[in-house]
């Protein structure tokens, strides 16, 4: 019973007298039978690699025996993607749903509840239901350096689509071609990627957004380009993308020439040209989204600028906000309630976390477990839709804080975030790494949302304890030492750089407690070039100011 809860405890309801069904095969057969819409089948429908080891799915008409009947059923007044699973007495396994990522859920809840005993394959009779608190949850590709490859995009939208997550937002801020070069269209060959990507969020059941960033150069009062903008997205339509965003982020918002004559105000302009984008979208698809993000999109307080341009804004075009700064400590209830007030519209969060492109950051990794976030953000009067992580450039490490965001997305209220943090790092590393990489990231925590020294850190440094200075270091090296076998291509070669200077500083305190004064010179120095630091950054906290101080002394 408490091994059963223990596995369905992602979920918000589960009702169980511990009861099982026993099915001694080496897979159960289950008929699938779909009433969500017509001719309705498993294979065509199901994600096989959840269920593979443990089910073959027949379908409606099969005329051979089954071990349980699965019915899948539309139900109009479930929200987003939320679902019902129930298994019956009678071995029917009833799920609803109104959208298909609900039966992915579902299907995911009765693998979960699922276990095998011996020759015996255990399947519980449960009740279990859930409502995602935030109907948007995923990644927007939106950082400023090297953009992530095709590759690492692919394996973005899979992982979306594996944990619960179902949004992906093109924007990279260096593809050319989204910003700068606005007015060009994609070759044959990003187009054939697009298709690439669009596909696999398809199948991962994932939303693809293609954002674009004209506003540093676009003349607001001509047709002609509001008709290049558009004609640059109907390349996107015509691959079969329908969700837009159009970004107004980062650039100069002082009008000038004719634009200030016609519009007078920024935002009456950035209103007008998002409508136009509307309009466009509303004449040429049946169902679409757009979502705009305005130039004034980390206030922590209302302004001209916002009220202007929900006055001017079709209602129905959600606003971006990253939070009370561009890169926020925290966004409590009490900023939500003033910036929903300023809105009054649909809000999506950007949420700058784990990004670390503002000026020297890429040097650092920010692997802090999502932190200082409102549950109250999921209350339907603030009209948070979703929320979206812009990760790092290191798409393999961002992935940590990412699951726990997707754990608080997923049920905000029932959030847990040392419990959710402890089985994530369990999940990603195993039980072989996974103290390794609990001090790993501790070591690299994102500092606009914790301190980068701990307390015991903290003490120590103050009472220049060389000892727990010393104790903490050789943690870090040891967890590095470690990591190095931590066998996963992406996790090395995206780490890996920092890994090397956990045991360079190791090298430094090594000749610092040895007295080597021109060594341990020496090795700053080098250090001064090498492009990555470890967060929690005890050398420059301590040894080099001793070094100064004893240069001084001289």
């Known amino acids: 019973m408490n091994q059963l809860q223990h596995a369905l405890q992602d979920y918000q309801e589960v009702y169980t007298k511990g009861a099982y069904h026993f099915v001694q095969k080496d897979k159960m057969t289950i008929k699938f039978v779909g009433k969500y819409f017509r001719f309705q089948t498993a294979t065509s429908l199901i994600n096989e690699e959840i269920t593979r080891e443990a089910i073959r799915w027949v379908n409606n008409d099969t005329q051979e025996e089954y071990d349980f009947t699965l019915i899948h059923e539309f139900d109009r007044q479930m929200s987003g993607d939320s679902f019902y699973l129930e298994i019956t007495s009678d071995k029917n396994i009833v799920v609803r749903t109104q959208h298909m990522r609900g039966l992915r859920y579902a299907i995911e809840a009765l693998m979960k509840g699922v276990t095998k005993r011996g020759d015996y394959w255990c399947v519980p009779i449960v009740t279990v239901a859930h409502e995602p608190s935030f109907n948007m949850r995923g990644v927007i590709e939106g950082f400023y350096g090297i953009p992530w490859t095709h590759e690492d995009r692919l394996d973005v939208i899979r992982f979306l689509g594996e944990e619960r997550m179902n949004t992906y937002m093109y924007a990279p801020k260096d593809d050319e071609l989204q910003r700068k070069k606005w007015r060009e269209h994609y070759s044959e060959a990003d187009l054939e990627k697009f298709k690439e990507l669009l596909a696999e969020s398809e199948a991962q059941h994932v939303d693809f957004y293609y954002m674009i960033s004209p506003g540093n150069d676009i003349d607001y009062t001509q047709p002609s380009e509001i008709k290049v903008l558009t004609d640059k997205l109907k390349q996107m339509i015509d691959l079969g993308i329908r969700n837009f965003g159009l970004l107004l982020d980062d650039i100069d918002y002082i009008l000038k020439g004719q634009p200030k004559i016609i519009f007078e105000h920024s935002a009456i302009a950035h209103a007008f040209l998002v409508n136009q984008v509307n309009d466009y979208l509303k004449q040429t698809l049946a169902t679409y989204t757009l979502v705009a993000c305005p130039t004034e999109y980390d206030n922590h307080h209302d302004s001209l600028y916002l009220e202007l341009l929900n006055e001017h804004l079709a209602p129905e075009v959600p606003l971006f906000w990253t939070g009370p700064a561009t890169l926020a400590a925290h966004i409590r209830t009490e900023d939500i309630q003033t910036m929903a007030q300023a809105y009054q519209r649909p809000i999506v969060i ?31 009067q603030y009209q948070v839709v979703g929320v979206v992580s812009n990760p790092m450039a290191q798409w393999e490490a961002s992935k940590l804080t990412i699951l726990s965001m997707r754990d608080f997305l997923w049920d905000s209220d029932g959030f847990n975030l040392d419990a959710s943090w402890q089985d994530i790092i369990q999940h990603y590393a195993g039980e072989e790494f996974a103290e390794a990489m609990l001090t790993w990231a501790a070591f690299n925590p994102n500092h606009f949302t914790r301190e980068t020294v701990s307390l015991t850190q903290s003490l120590a440094l103050m009472n220049e304890d060389e000892e727990q200075i010393e104790a903490e270091l050789k943690r870090l090296y040891q967890a590095a030492q470690k990591l190095h076998a931590f066998p996963n291509d992406a996790f090395q070669k995206a780490v890996g750089p920092w890994l090397v200077r956990a045991e360079k500083d190791w090298d430094v305190w090594q000749a610092y407690r040895a007295g080597d004064v021109e060594g341990v010179r020496e090795k700053l120095t080098a250090l001064q070039d090498y492009p990555h630091r470890i967060g929690t950054d005890l050398i420059a906290c301590y040894v080099a100011p001793k070094v100064k101080e004893r240069e001084s002394s001289k």
């Open 350 to 380: 950007w949420d700058n976390i784990p990004v670390n492109d503002y000026l020297k950051d890429y040097e650092l990794l920010f692997l802090s477990p999502y932190e200082s976030r409102s549950p109250r953000l999921a209350d339907t």
